[in-house]
């Protein structure tokens, strides 16, 4: 069965750091663009990072540029999600998903309707 596995959520305090994981198994997701979302209590479903199957270009919304960092290894078959300044805004279940229709593409979608396959997701709470 392919499916991928979000891990490392929890309760942080503002300023605190998170790293998220998203590990596929079932098949190797190596030679395809990832991504990561999130769904804030209330809101719809939005884009917060992604990068191309090496790893060589990655993008970020603005809220979290300069505060997240997005990683895989491939070797591992693995997505990492590294999480800095973390603030209470921040607060959502965070998703990873996979882009299986462009097979070695030079870049990453950013929207929701253009990842095939999803993560159950891991929830992220930042409060004191």
């Known amino acids: 069965q392919v499916q991928l596995v979000e891990s490392g959520g929890g309760l942080v305090q503002p300023g605190g750091s998170l790293t998220l994981s998203c590990a596929a198994s079932?098949?190797?997701?190596?030679?395809?663009?990832m991504g990561w979302f999130r769904r804030a209590p209330g809101k719809d479903r939005e884009f917060v990072s992604a990068?191309?199957?090496?790893?060589?270009?990655?993008g970020y919304a603005n809220a979290v540029k300069g505060r997240f960092t997005i990683s895989r290894d491939n070797t591992k078959n693995t997505l990492y999600l590294q999480m800095n300044s973390l603030k209470p805004e921040d607060t959502a279940v965070y998703y990873c998903?996979?882009?299986?229709?462009?097979?070695?593409?030079?870049?990453?979608?950013?929207?929701?309707?253009?990842?095939?396959?999803w993560g159950q997701g891991t929830q992220v709470t930042v409060s004191s």
């Open positions: 990068l191309t199957w090496n790893g060589a270009k990655t």
């Open positions: 079932g098949r190797t997701f190596s030679e395809y663009a």
């Open positions: 998903a996979v882009d299986i229709s462009r097979y070695l593409w030079d870049s990453f979608p950013t929207g929701i309707y253009d990842y095939d396959i």
